[in-house]
């Protein structure tokens, strides 16, 4: 199995963050996937945002054109899936409950076959995580937590989903529990990545891959130590 780069938010080290020019960075750079963020906007546009507001306007309460009078470079979910949704495989996080049917279906109807099934999705929020595994049963779906421990393994298997996400530097403090989730049937895949120093280890691990702000960097390392 190939250790994913997952470019967070695009190339973010390299250009705004979940911009079009990040996302295209990020593909010249060599990612596997793009992790970006989805929220809706009070008159229901789905936007790729980290923040819960835009210089002060609240995302979920501000219209779609005043958001994007703040924010030149904001981009719609339906925007990226045109301009790269056939290109590019996505992992959409969750970034407010209840968007999960909406940006399945508009990934559904957007992308072709072969890249909706390689589409995954993630949140922090578990009930997210429960709700995206019951709309695509298929696909890959993980928690994003803090917690990397025998109980969330557990917690994540008996609930269906196919990834758990903890912090990198967890995964390689406690190294036995990878073997643990992967006899759960489950892939690993981990954020807060602080440096490409820390792709070795995970790598050997077996980590699924990794979501990183310098793709460039990420994928420099990998390939040294994969030829």
């Known amino acids: 199995m190939t250790f994913k780069i997952i470019a967070h938010r695009g190339a973010s080290v390299d250009a705004p963050d979940n911009s ?10 060599g990612a596997h996937l793009i992790e970006t963020d989805v929220q809706i906007t009070q008159d229901g546009v789905l936007i790729l945002e980290h923040d819960f507001d835009i210089a002060g306007h609240s995302v979920a309460n501000s219209r779609y054109a005043e958001l994007l009078a703040l924010k030149p470079h904001l981009v719609t979910l339906a925007q990226a899936l045109v301009a790269f949704g056939d290109t590019i495989s996505f ?18 109807d957007i992308t072709s ?19 995206l595994r ?12 803090e917690d990397w421990s025998m109980s969330a393994i557990a917690k994540v298997q008996t609930a269906g989903l196919s990834q758990i996400c903890p912090p990198a ?31 070795p280890p995970l790598v ?3 980590v699924y891959g990794a979501t990183v702000d310098w793709t460039a960097k990420a994928y420099e390392t990998l390939n040294s130590i994969t030829g």
């Open 204 to 206: 050997a691990l077996g």
């Open 169 to 199: 530097q967890a995964v390689i403090d406690k190294p036995d529990l990878v073997g643990v989730a992967h006899q759960a049937g489950l892939n690993v895949r981990v954020w807060r990545m602080t440096s490409p120093d820390l792709i």
């Open 134 to 145: 019951e709309l695509v049963p298929v696909h890959q779906v993980g928690w994003l937590t």
């Open 113 to 131: 076959p072969r890249m909706w099934e390689q589409t995954e999705y993630t949140s922090f929020y578990w009930g997210s995580a429960l709700k």
């Open 20 to 29: 079009i020019e990040a996302f295209g960075l990020a593909i010249e750079q």
């Open 91 to 108: 992992c959409w996080e969750v970034k407010a409950n209840g968007t999960e049917t909406a940006l399945v279906r508009m990934v559904h």
